[in-house]
């Protein structure tokens, strides 16, 4: 059955250094989507991005936070200026229409020191 | 009041019992209704997805949404240890802003 995959699965980095979260979604899947989990909390959305643009976004997604579709199969989340409060586990999702089910990857842990 | 409430639990149950999962919601505009299955360190597994009011079967799994109390369930029969996980509720209007209840931690006993 095809997966959302994610790299990598965990990734440590300093405060105040840029991280680059990756992801391939499902292949004919159209929309994908950012949502973070801080350990013991709620899943929390971060982004939709549809037709090379984000479509919705949270208040957590400031200006600290980008997305972008490099290329045909790869979905990425950057964070420019890591706070040790960005430590989290980040799920990348795709789903094929945007009231389809979502399909989750099984997420980055990225710690934050 | 929250968005989403789900009661974290944790619940314990013996092999072989029905287990019953419920969230509340208070956004009226919620069409969408998922249950999700978290393992640990794993990402959320889709379980269940429904639109609006009704029942949902899947083989042991059973899915309810009353829109008109705000209120979604999850029933397992026959539960399984290797159902031991957690369960997540999750709602949106359209899939760009899903929001997720709290999860909650099951453990079925052999």
């Known amino acids: 059955e095809p997966e959302v995959t994610q790299t990598p699965s965990h990734q440590v980095t300093q405060m105040g250094q840029e991280v680059i979260l990756r992801c391939v979604p499902i292949s004919n899947h159209l929309y994908f989507y950012w949502y973070r989990q801080i350990l013991g909390q709620k899943v929390e959305f971060l982004v939709s991005?549809?037709?090379?643009?984000?479509?919705?976004k949270s208040e957590i997604f400031d200006d600290q936070f980008s997305v972008e579709r490099p290329d045909g199969s790869n979905f990425t989340l950057k964070i420019r200026s890591t706070k040790l409060e960005d430590s989290a586990m980040y799920f990348c999702?795709?789903?094929?229409?945007?009231?389809?089910?979502?399909?989750f990857g099984n997420g980055t842990r990225l710690t934050v020191t | 009041q929250k968005e989403v409430e789900q009661d974290p639990g944790p619940l314990s149950v013996p092999e072989g019992a029905i287990v019953s999962l419920n969230c509340t919601y208070s956004?009226?505009?919620?069409?969408?209704f998922m249950w999700y299955r978290q393992y640990s360190r794993k990402g959320p597994e889709l379980l269940m997805y429904?639109?609006?009011?009704g029942n949902k079967e899947d083989g042991r799994f059973t899915a309810q949404v009353d829109k008109s109390s705000k209120y979604i369930s999850l029933f397992i029969r026959d539960s399984q240890p290797s159902d031991s996980a957690t369960y997540l509720c999750a709602m949106s209007r359209i899939n760009n802003d899903m929001r997720f209840g709290a999860g909650t931690r099951l453990t079925v006993k052999p």
């Open positions: 956004n009226s505009a919620f069409q969408y």
């Open positions: 991005f549809y037709n090379n643009e984000i479509s919705e």
């Open positions: 429904t639109y609006s009011s």
């Open positions: 999702a795709s789903s094929e229409y945007m009231d389809s089910p979502l399909h």
